[in-house]
């Protein structure tokens, strides 16, 4: 990403990336998309003008979108990023690839037994939340965090216990998905459908949400916690995770 200047008070920000970066920029409604001359256009992919005094922020988002994954969505999500993928995948044996940091950090957070280890763990996790939700202007301004239930419908599992940590950390309303649908079968179990009213919402819902998990697979279960916050009155539904998974 770069800005190019011309000697006017006008700015026009440049990008090379995919359409999922480029749909959260216009989303800020800080910039208008223009077309790109065809000399630029092997080099970059979008166009973008923008006055002066809007350059600063988008600066700033831009750096932070170069460090995180921008996720194809479907359906209720208008966007989902997780920090990074859970696996590196070195080698020709998946099951050998190493944890990224972000999926170390989720599972020490998850699978250590109490300690330091694990403490230290959940605390670098719950910063790097924050650190998004702060930097992300759609984000930081997203009133309510929404909690996706875990397979068992308890309202216990270890997402939905985050989702709530965040949300005391960083100020925001936390809304906790009721699972009347009751249990489903885990997602790595390779079930992924989720009936239509599996999920309700506690109350009607007011301004945008974040939908937040630990882990991202295929976005079905993310997908449907979205739809549901919506008809529940939510304008728009943001997704956030730490780490996407290399299958769905």
């Known amino acids: 990403m770069k800005l190019a200047e011309k000697v006017t008070p006008d700015w026009w920000l440049y990008l090379c990336g995919p359409e999922e970066v480029a749909h959260q920029i216009r989303l800020l409604d800080k910039c208008t998309p223009e077309e790109l001359a065809d000399e630029k256009r092997r080099e970059w992919t979008h166009r973008f003008h923008l006055v002066e005094s ?57 699978y250590y037994s109490p300690g330091t280890a694990r403490k230290k ?31 068992k419908a308890d309202g216990q599992s270890f997402g939905e216990r985050l989702a709530a940590k965040v949300a005391s950390n960083t100020g925001k309303q936390i809304i ?14 390779g079930t992924t459908a989720v009936a239509d009213g599996h999920f309700a919402m506690p109350g009607r819902i007011s301004g945008d949400v ?39």
């Not at 605390?123 to 984000?139: A, C, N, R, Y």
């Not at 699972?179 to 179990?189: D, L, M, N, V």
């Not at 991202?216 to 529940?232: C, D, E, F, L, Q």
Request: net charge positive; glycine share 10%; hydrophobic share 35%.
């Open 121 to 151: 763990a959940r605390t670098e996790l719950l910063g790097k939340f924050s650190s998004v939700i702060e930097g992300h202007p759609l984000l930081r301004g997203c009133p309510n965090i929404v909690t996706v239930p875990g397979h």
């Open 54 to 110: 809007d350059k600063e922020e988008l600066c700033s988002v831009c750096e932070l979108l170069k460090g995180v994954l921008s996720l194809t969505t479907k359906g209720d999500l208008d966007f989902a990023i997780a920090f990074d993928w859970y696996k590196d995948p070195v080698g020709d044996d998946p099951m050998k690839w190493p944890n990224t940091e972000s999926g170390e950090l989720i599972h020490r957070s998850k």
């Open 176 to 189: 906790r998905t009721e699972s009347p649908g009751g249990s489903r079968p885990q997602a790595k179990e």
């Open 210 to 248: 974040i939908v937040l998990d630990d882990v991202y697979r295929s976005g079905t279960t993310m997908n449907a916690v979205a739809r549901t916050a919506k008809r529940a009155g939510a304008r728009r539904a943001f997704g956030l995770a730490a780490v996407r998974t290399m299958r769905n």
